[in-house]
């Protein structure tokens, strides 16, 4: 989607820079500070400069965190900028304000999946006594990206609107830190702006990691999935994370020729139980899983496919293939490289480049705090990052001392067959408990209503509660995996935060005929070795 179309300011008012910064002056105000702009000496050159702007706040990434963070932080009074920059993928995509989740994961994702949803309830439809010609069944690809992308644009403008109206000044920008009071923007056209702040929040969150095979640059990842002008085709998707299996299930539902490459476990932190039923409902549905492997080599035919050479499996050399779409799903790496950390002494983890905070995210420069991705130890999860960033407004500017509470914290992940959890997995409440015995796992394999007269395969829909043994059983994790999953579970989360216990969980009445009923119903464990396979309705 274009961005909307602004009328030039009549009787010379004027925008401060041409990116969108909320500070309107008049044309003479404008002029004079222009002309009265002095050259910097620093040691390196620049084409053009303005002049410094003093705020109490400057947040440097305009994410959904960021964005929270800043308009707190206006709230309570502060004069507060926001700097965002969208670095073009290695493909040349990019994108307007509201950072990774609004443009190019959470809310594009969740649309196509629910396309790849409606075209399997269609499907099912004949069931229910729906006539429904398999011929008319056609996805038109490019008005799938356009409605998708259309209501992306309108969530960028609705960002800037926001940040207008909280009075929050928005450049278009990227942002290096001079010193710890001193931030250089630098916008698309090398205009630079001095900014002075008392504080700094760095919010810049991550961008897909590409991996150092041959041919790597000829893939794909999730930057440039949601903008394309063709249809994917046969696709191969390179990875076991979230990312990869939730591209991988909604192309399949969508009708394209599509594989998961897995070097070694599907939902790396997940609980490895439900990730292998989520990667088997997935197979289930269509999606090929190539296990063991990884790519050696990617080259271009020449008819305009890719040739993918991979490594050796346990079952040997696997066959070369050709897919016309390879999406790198391998892990995402955190997006400071403009920041200038090092020369500030801001400490990051060896291993991840992570922003080490304390619990209140301050790193260790006293006035730079970071929140979202770029944090390490952080979940990366859009939810967990707005939260973060109100929190710390309010204890910059509101006199709170509250801290965020990760301990349970919910989130779904939206294969076909959605996966939702909150709390712990069952590998890491034993390791947390002590051991398997110190457990008591309550399961159920159930039968969703709306799956069984059109025959849909529910051998992967399975519910369980981690809890200790001990009374009264606190429950440490719970796990869902089904039609909905996210909208089971999220109310769950916040009895999970006040302590929720098995009896608590029993003695809820269940909403008939639902899902979410069998949650409360759950009473066998697999300790008793009884069939967990819910009868009756």
């Known amino acids: 989607m274009k961005a909307p179309f602004l009328p030039p300011m009549s009787l010379g008012l004027r925008c401060l820079n041409n990116f969108g910064t909320a500070r309107i002056e008049s044309s003479l105000l404008y002029s004079t500070k222009l002309w009265c702009c002095q050259t910097m000496q620093r040691q390196y050159d620049h084409r053009k400069l303005t ?43 990019v994108w307007g ?31 229910f006594g729906w006539s429904v010609p398999p011929a008319e069944l056609q996805l038109n690809w490019h008005q799938l990206v356009t409605a998708v992308t259309n209501h992306v644009g309108s969530l960028n403008w609705g960002h800037r609107v926001a940040l207008r109206d909280k009075r929050v000044t928005y450049l278009n920008a990227s942002g290096t830190l001079l010193d710890r009071h001193t931030v250089l923007a630098k916008d698309r056209k090398d205009v630079e702006t001095v900014l002075q702040t008392d504080n700094v929040v760095l919010a810049t969150g991550g961008r897909p990691r590409y991996p150092t095979f041959a041919g790597a640059e000829l893939a794909i990842t999730s930057d440039d999935l949601f903008r394309l002008r063709q ?58 899983v190539v296990r063991g492997s990884e790519p050696l080599r990617l080259e271009r035919t020449a008819a305009g496919r890719l040739r993918v050479s991979l490594t050796p499996s346990g079952d040997g ?21 403009r920041l200038g950390l090092d020369a500030l002494g801001v400490t990051t983890d060896p291993r991840s480049g992570k922003i080490v905070t304390d619990p209140g ?18 979940p990366e999860l859009t939810p967990t990052a707005i939260v973060s960033g109100r929190l710390l407004a309010d204890r910059l500017y509101g006199g709170s001392s509250q801290l965020l509470d990760l301990a349970t914290v919910p989130t779904t992940v939206f294969t076909p067959l959605e996966y939702s959890c909150v709390g712990l997995s069952e590998e890491s409440a034993a390791e947390m408990a002590g051991g398997d015995d110190q457990l008591e796992v309550y399961h159920a394999f159930y039968r969703p209503l709306e799956f069984i007269i059109p025959g849909r395969d ?28 996210g909208e089971v579970l999220q109310g769950f989360a916040v009895a999970m935060r006040h302590g929720m216990t098995m009896e608590s969980l029993r003695q809820a009445i269940g909403i008939h005929p639902t899902s979410a009923e069998e949650v409360v119903k759950l009473n066998i464990s697999k300790r008793s070795g009884r069939d967990p396979t819910v009868t009756g309705c």
């Open 317 to 337: 050399q696997p066959p070369d293939e050709e897919y016309d779409t390879v999406l790198l799903a391998v892990g995402r790496d955190p997006d400071t490289r």
């Open 361 to 378: 995210n301050r790193t260790s420069v006293d006035n730079i705090y970071a929140i979202g991705d770029i944090v390490q130890g952080a």
């Open 231 to 288: 249809p994917p085709g046969r696709t191969l998707c390179v990875g076991g994370s979230y990312v990869s299996l939730e591209c991988a299930g909604f192309l399949t539902g969508l009708g394209f020729d599509t594989s998961v490459l897995l070097r070694s476990i599907p939902l790396r932190g997940f609980d490895q139980q439900m990730a292998g039923l989520v990667v088997s409902a997935m197979e289930n549905l269509g999606t090929r």
């Open 51 to 93: 002049a410094t702007q003093k705020y109490d706040l400057v947040v440097i990434g305009g994410g959904s965190g960021g964005l929270a963070c800043a308009k707190e932080a206006a709230g309570y009074g502060a004069k507060v900028a926001v700097l965002d920059y969208v670095t073009p993928s290695p493909h040349g995509t």
């Open 458 to 485: 529910t051998s992967s829909c399975y519910i369980k509660a981690v809890c200790e043994r001990r009374e009264p059983q606190r429950v440490l994790g719970l796990h869902f995996i089904g039609p909905n999953a």
């Open 97 to 127: 304000l509201g950072g990774t989740c609004v443009n190019v994961g959470c809310i594009p994702k969740k649309l196509m999946h629910q396309a790849a949803l409606l075209g399997k309830s269609v499907k099912d439809a004949a069931a």
